[in-house]
């Protein structure tokens, strides 16, 4: 079965923040590679994380045609941690935070794996047990403001929804009263007059901080962010970044930030899982991916976006072809037709890449390739 | 809101106006001339244009178009020129016939597309899906007519559980004692039970001919924006509040997906209120619909203005309280939103 | 504009950078454009309000350079875009393309003009009629300048589909058998094929993924330098725009806040928007979170296109400006403050750039 060790950085120690040195470090001894158990699974789910996936699996079936749409995944995420995931579209992201919060609707469905939730295993729970969780334990803020919210309520009334489902004692003053608590927490100049007004009378900045405001109502553990900023101006983008990095750290909140944007994630997140065809094939601290993208498609996708630092002329070294039809996969690994390194190589393409830890300048990463460790030498950006 | 209201109601007015001006360009450019059709085709030119005057044709045109519409709004609807009875009277006696048939029809057709649109949107249902598309698409490409000698067929003739084209209670019933002029609501009101049943089952083929292809039309249309309205992220986000399942789809699909389906819904109410000519004859129905039909027939003019108008306004009137419910379920139609470039 | 009584158009002429006889004279000018609509203010009876989308904007694009207009919502780039096409009718000023305005061409002068400027559209899947197969929509602006034979226009539409990267046989395909990148190959194909000299691209890598994008600009760098064209590139993103333009105008509420050639806009802004606006791009690199506190964020929200600040349109939220009398009451105009480097503030150059990884830029 698959290893997967806990990668990540931050948590409580200031000096792994942004420094390349221990953040794998710290991790290391709970990396063990490949050791077979009786019951193939060397690491199982840990109870003190705050959310531990093992080996989680989603598909769309379509008719003919099955979509594998997130592959085996599996990570840790400890308490106030995080996790970039960083993937472009049809890698599988935003299946994957559907999944782990069980909102996957037909004709998709999650077909294997596990979901602990601070210790509780969530992955087979009623809609009715994991409606408690919802909102509560664990939360979502979705791509598009100008649609996550529904035009025909008020700010107040979807606000204090998300409060209202997990207290249901409450009464409606103290509900109204907390709603504008939490407006006025995003950052919502006078939230007490802002609870009667309709969404399409503001603007996509004041939206997401509505969403951010719903998803944090009832303090969860773990929030999920799916491209919260995408949508939004550049200047918009910072000020919701910088207010959902405040509310982070002030909740105490571990975060899965979903995006395409690399820039982001170096911001804001300690560590990165980069997603291609459904699989993390590299999951490091943040620190690493820029110094030593080990993956050759992490390294693709690091140069071919403009970057600002880095004022190369010439062509943009992009890569060639097309993301892979998620419903017929090839038998080896999902890159190999457009890797610059294994294009060529029957290894690659016969057989599918296990996962393999590395150490770099900037600690350690599992990566999915036949060349890891070959590479982790080579790699210079 | 207030101004919306205003603003509604002045576009009705509108809308009537232009309507009664539609009438009676219409009307006058009929052949016939409804003097003669009063007198007779054995009279003197001296009666009839006695009558002419007396009818007020030889008056200047915008003359006429005022008394023409003055009368109307007056309650004063004139004389059937085939038998002299007030039209109001003869109006007035099959109004209430048509009123419950349309508002029984209505109410059946909304319940069961709603039902019907529920079922297959709220869960994958393949199965019914396929065959609700299949009756939709039938149904609507059905005259209503022949669903109804269908219906008779099949329920009346051959299995006998419903009464035959019989009209509103049959032959052996006598109608329950006049409030509403609505049979079955007289009936529960006056405590009479089995007249209630009686009108009730008399109803029940006559509103399913009716609202078929209305169904049909109607159920298409909010299945399909259910489904449009079930992928939209906020339904999502309201999921991930953590709301059951039906609790997201009923607060926040339901709404949003029946903006659409109201104004259709109006529509039908309205075309419903006008009367369908061939289904009250063929159930024998003692409606509007054939009123005006035979008044076509005999160029019984008084009664056709009369109706074109009253139908134009109880059209406008209904589009209006449409109109005024949008505002009241939609915020987006009454509050301005922001303007960004 | 800010030489009042001059000659016409010298302060486009200045923007173009153009001394006679240098390598690139203006080819397409905007002198002073306006452009406002109209919306329905409220649903009180009546009541319209007219919306300034564009403010008194002049610039100059030299031939054969590739010029950015960046800006975020409200700043009015696609409605400029449009403007300099003509696809839109200004309400004020004048666009000159080659020194001739476009409002007195009639109607078969301003076709002929629209050959040698073209358009190509920011959403791959809305640009594209459906039912038209790919070598349709590239050859119908053939058909519509009524260019070649049947024989010369399938040629020219193969030759341009191969340039572009696309095969003969996909040229039967239509829009929905093709990929977000393939279909903007084929907008772009459909522009370039009637070898304009002009090409406005509205956020043309926008809606693509980061892979592909690249994969696009590469096409259309190479395009540039087969067909000899001139490129204005509209973005919101600054990063692209940075490694694509030559000069680039950041726009801001309808106003251009600052024009410069690429190094100094990107290196040394003068104006406090780009400043707010570059420092908020985040950078992917090693070490960002420690950066991101010495961010300088602009106050507050982009303020509505409807209600327009009176002096200067960044003031409300302008670390610098914000509350200064001079700022709140006199617009400032777009004055060159250092050798080719325009800027249209009261102090510019007062904030200094603190870059997303937080250190001076280079050359200071």
Known sequence: MRLRGIIGGGGGGGSSRGGATDVGQRRREQVEPGRAAGNGLPDAARSDMALSVRNLSTVFEDGQRTVHAVRDVSFDMRPTERLGVVGESGSGKSALALSILGLIEPPGRVVGGEIHLGGREISKLSDRALGAIRGKDIALVLQDPMSALDPVKTIGAQVIEAIAAHNPEMRRGAARRRAAELLREVDIPQPERRLDDYPHQYSGGMRQRVAIAMAIANNPSVLIADEPTTALDVTTQSQVLALLDRLVEQHGTAVILITHNLGIVSDFCDSIAVMYAGRFVETSGVDHIFLEPTHPYSEALLKCVPNPERLADGPLPAISGFPPDLAQLPQGCAFQPRCPVGREIPECRRQPPRPHEVRGAAGAAIVECHFAEQRIKEVKV | MGAVVAKRVLGSIGAIFGATVLAFIIMRALPGNPARLIVGPLATPHAVASVSHEIGLDKPVLTQYWLYISHFFQGDWGYSYADGKSVKALIGERLPATIELAIFSFALTMICAVVAALLVTYRQRPVADRILRGVAYVGFGTPPFFVALLLLIVFFRSFHVLPGPEGRLGLQAAPPPTVTHMYTLDALIAGQFSTFWSSFVHLLLPAIALGLSSFSFIVRLLRANLLEVSREPFLTVARGKGLRRWTAFRRHALPNAFLPTLTAGGLVLGEFLAGSVLIERVFNWPGIGSLVFDAIVKQDYAIVQTFILLSAVIFVLVNLVVDLLYAVIDPRVRIPSVATA | ?364
Not at chain 3, 46 to 57: A, F, N, P, Y
Not at chain 3, 226 to 241: C, E, K, M, P
Not at chain 3, 326 to 339: N, T
Request: charged fraction near 25%; aromatic fraction near 4%; hydrophobic fraction near 40%.
């Open chain 3, 1 to 364: 504009m800010s030489t009042p009584g001059a000659s016409p158009n010298p302060a486009a002429s200045a923007l173009a950078g153009g001394e006679a006889g240098a390598a690139g004279a203006p080819v397409l000018e905007a002198d002073r454009l306006s452009k406002a609509f109209e919306i329905r203010g409220d649903e009180r009876l009546g009541r319209k309000v007219d919306v300034t989308v564009l403010d008194d904007i002049s610039l100059a694009v030299r031939k054969g350079e590739s010029f950015g207009l960046v800006g975020e919502s409200g700043c009015g780039k696609s409605t400029l875009a449009r403007c300099l096409l003509r696809l839109l009718t200004p309400s004020g000023g004048r666009v000159l393309f080659e020194g001739q305005d476009l409002a007195e061409l009639d109607r078969d002068e301003l076709r002929a003009m629209r050959r040698r400027m073209q358009f190509v559209f920011q959403d791959p899947f809305a640009s594209l009629d459906p039912r038209m197969t790919a070598g349709a929509l590239v050859e119908e602006p053939l058909l519509v300048h009524q260019i070649g034979d049947g024989e010369q226009r399938r040629a020219a539409v193969m030759e341009m589909l191969a340039d572009v990267g696309l095969t003969a046989e996909q040229a039967e395909r239509r829009p929905h058998a093709f990929s977000g990148g393939q279909r903007q190959r084929i907008g772009i194909a459909r522009a370039f094929v009637l070898r304009p000299d002009v090409v406005i691209l509205d956020e043309p890598i926008s809606a693509l993924d980061v892979s592909v994008q690249a994969q696009v600009l590469n096409l259309l760098r190479r395009l540039q330098t087969q067909l000899g064209l001139t490129y204005v590139f509209i973005s919101h993103d600054l990063a692209v725009a940075e490694y694509f333009c030559d000069r680039v105008a950041v726009l801001y509420l309808g106003q251009v806040m600052e024009l410069a050639d690429r190094e100094l806009l990107f290196r040394k802004p003068l104006h406090p928007y780009s400043v707010s606006l570059l420092s908020a791009v985040p950078v992917p690199q090693a070490g960002g979170r420690s950066r991101r506190a010495q961010r300088a964020q602009p106050i507050g929200e982009i303020s509505s296109v409807v209600d327009r600040p009176k002096g200067c349109p960044f003031e409300p939220r302008c670390p610098v400006g914000r509350g200064r009398e001079i700022c709140k009451g006199e617009r400032p105009p777009l004055v060159e403050h250092a050798a080719r480097h325009w800027a249209a503030c009261h102090f510019p150059g007062e904030m200094a750039i603190a870059r997303a990884n937080g250190s001076p830029p280079a050359g200071e």
